[in-house]
């Protein structure tokens, strides 16, 4: 199975990022032209894999909704400006103790 991998928004930016992907035969890109906060709806409808966004559109309540609804879902934020990508991921763990949230710091590094 393609990875589902859908890019939310309109920058020239986000357009170069598309072109790209899209000579990876091995994935299934898509594009929406709208943040993904304003695409939530269609994101829940696509179940994509993976969301590409440029950073500058983050919205924390929107992507935290889209994480809770899609568990899996990777977000991809990218930033022009420094050249740096942020992986937001619905990970989670039962953390009872320090010891328990100590763990998972060591197995994050």
Do not use: H
């Not at 924390?60 to 740096?84: C, H, V, W, Y």
């Amino acid at each position: 199975m393609q990875p589902k991998v859908v890019l939310c928004g309109s920058s020239l930016f986000l357009a170069g990022v598309e072109a790209s992907l899209r000579d990876q035969s091995e994935l299934d890109v898509e594009r929406l032209e709208s943040t993904p906060a304003q695409a939530q709806t269609q994101l829940n409808e696509r179940r994509p894999d993976v969301v590409i966004f440029d950073l500058a559109a983050f919205d924390a309540e929107a992507m935290l909704a889209l994480l809770t609804a899609q568990p899996g879902l990777r977000l991809i934020g990218l930033d022009l400006n420094s050249n740096i990508l942020v992986v937001f991921s619905s990970q989670q763990r039962l953390a009872q103790t320090t010891s328990d949230l100590t763990q998972l710091i060591y197995q994050a590094v």
